[in-house]
């Protein structure tokens, strides 16, 4: 059972660590886990061979503790006194053949006085006188609340007047289900039925069924006491129970202590409705933030597509060789000239205000930041990708499949028809020749010799502006291909920001139903101690 839980609390320790290292909880949280482990396992599982029971006297300065304590051990161990409060520190009392080295390390023994009894009948007993936690100042107070933790039956002692204690109240609220408790009112001689009615009442209010309240006169005179009952008890509680029930009980607050720390885990990572909440802003502010980008994308093409447009209406000279825009800019050049320094401060702005926006609503935003702390230095990369593709598609093929033929065929045209023109002006010249060797007509004359080069000129020229016309535009392909890159680009952005989102939500939910397996887990080493220990016990909560 125990080695069962040991593996159990190292599987929570290790969740917690991993957990911790992702940014779902911090990382005191996984101290606060660690210390809890150390102070409550090694207890319970260290080799106990030597470990005492220890009885505790808790309760108001005055009430009679240290009295009471002295009555039990048979002879005048414990400090009593009129001036108040009497006892200042922890005394741990131990059987005088106990030797203090063979306490357990973990026992909060550096800052307790030792001192001894002889009790031969409760040699296996230590007594644990602890001062009044209101009047104590601080550094008892966290000596006292460092041993809360090792006491296996606390008595918690009342008188007829101090029985209402703030102090000592909430602690018995508290703690009632993690010790064994006997509730003993001293000063009897003081006091009267009703209050034991009262007392009773209060207690069974705080959660024990059957408190055990036992009175006690500790002042010369001949007063009706249980004392006698309250020895016995204590004999009984050793025989009965021993230390291993004491132990369990112990095991079963440790228990809660670590379910109630998983729980705060899982409140920690949220719940869904928070994260809902969170989902739709983080829509909106992803919506509103690539847009931006977009504008910025979108006005850096257009100035791009501007300056070729400049470049491409300088007419070039018939037999110049032009040098045309897509020879000035290959797509990859052209991608480069997009993505400024201004477009990544944009992306890392938003996803500066996305993690704000999770910090401020109190959820975990370090697994989120990671993945957008990712997402930043791939998102330049994503942009130019698309564009580059798209340039690429729209630079090789630029203008309409219409425009593109048309362009090809009146290349053609502008040999052909100067050719065409010189073949019929040669045809007319081979046949006006013939003619005037004949002697029919004059061989042709200027007119013929003029007009036949204005024709050739002018089937050269017209179905060249026509060609040049028809070029497409290499400038305008270059708009098309950078907006349609951008469009992608962004649309790819816009799908990484939501699976980065699914991705965060999906490890969340994976944490929570890990919390709730650790905690069923948890829920089967419910012990039978409380059950055993009925009427010493109070119930939890
Ligand atoms: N009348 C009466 N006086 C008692 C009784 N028990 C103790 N006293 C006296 O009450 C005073 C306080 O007793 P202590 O034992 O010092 O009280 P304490 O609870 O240890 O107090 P602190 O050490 O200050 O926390 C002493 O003078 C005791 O003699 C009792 O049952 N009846
Ligand atoms: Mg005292």
């Excluded at 210390?35 to 207890?43: C, G």
């Excluded at 291993?244 to 440790?254: D, N, P, Y």
């Amino acid at each position: 059972m125990t080695d069962k839980f040991q593996s159990l609390f190292d599987e929570i320790q290790l969740w917690a660590e991993n957990a911790a290292t992702a940014g779902w909880i911090n990382s005191q949280d996984v101290q606060k886990l660690k210390e809890t482990q150390e102070v409550q396992i090694e207890q319970l599982f260290k080799e106990h061979g030597h470990r005492p029971l220890i009885v505790a006297f808790f309760g108001g300065t005055g009430v009679g503790k240290s009295t009471l304590l002295n009555r039990l051990s048979g002879e005048n161990i414990a400090r009593v006194g009129v001036a108040r409060p009497t006892s200042m520190e922890v005394t741990l009392y131990l059987h005088e053949s106990f030797e203090k080295e063979l306490l357990p390390d973990e026992l909060p023994t550096q800052d307790t006085n030792i001192a001894y009894h002889a009790q031969e009948n409760r040699r296996l007993v230590a007594w644990l006188d602890l001062p009044d936690f209101d009047s104590t100042e601080g550094h008892n107070k966290t000596l006292v609340q460092a041993w809360l933790p090792y006491i296996d039956w606390m008595i918690y002692v009342v008188s007829p007047d101090r029985y209402h204690d703030e102090m000592g109240w909430r602690y018995v609220q508290e703690r009632a289900h993690r010790h064994a408790w006997l509730f003993v009112m001293n000063h009897w001689d003081e006091g009267k039925p009703e209050q034991i009615d009262d007392l009773r009442n209060r207690l069974m209010g705080a959660g024990f069924s059957k408190p055990v309240i036992l009175r006690s006169v500790c002042t010369d005179g001949d007063y009706e006491d249980d004392f006698s009952q309250l020895e016995q008890t204590i004999n009984n509680s050793i025989h009965e129970y021993g230390l291993s029930v004491l132990q369990e009980l112990g095991l079963q607050a440790h228990i809660e202590d670590v379910a109630a720390q998983l729980q705060s885990f899982q409140k920690n990572i949220g719940d869904p409705e928070r994260w809902q909440t969170l989902h739709t802003e983080w829509t909106t502010t992803t919506h509103k933030g690539l847009g931006t980008l977009s504008e910025q994308l979108v006005r850096n093409a257009n100035t791009i597509h501007q300056n070729m447009r400049a470049q491409e209406s300088t007419p070039a000279l018939p037999f110049q060789k032009s040098t045309t825009a897509e020879e000035l800019l290959t797509p990859s050049t052209l991608t480069k000239s997009t993505w400024s320094p201004r477009n990544q401060m944009r992306i890392e702005d938003l996803c500066t205000r996305l993690v704000n926006q999770i910090q401020s609503s109190g959820l975990p935003f370090q697994p989120l930041k990671n993945r957008l702390d990712a997402l930043k230095t791939v998102a330049k990369e994503t942009i130019e990708l698309n564009l580059e593709e798209h340039l690429a598609v729209a630079l090789t093929q630029p203008g309409t499949p219409l425009q593109r033929t048309l362009y090809r065929h009146s290349k053609s045209l502008t040999w052909a028809l100067p050719l065409l023109a010189a073949l019929w002006a040669s045809f007319h010249l081979v046949a006006g020749f013939y003619s005037s060797t004949q002697g029919n007509k004059a061989f042709l004359g200027l007119d013929f010799a003029i007009h036949t080069v204005l024709l050739i000129g002018l089937a050269w020229l017209i179905p060249w502006l026509i060609h040049r016309k028809l070029k497409p535009s290499v400038a305008d392909a270059t708009k098309h291909g950078l907006s349609q890159g951008n469009a992608m680009g962004i649309a790819e952005l816009k799908k990484q920001f939501k699976a980065l989102w699914n991705d965060n939500a999906v490890e969340r939910k994976n944490l929570e139903q890990e919390i709730k397996k650790m905690q069923e887990k948890l829920n089967d080493y419910q012990t039978s101690a409380l059950e055993q220990l009925e009427g010493y016990v109070g119930k939890a909560g």
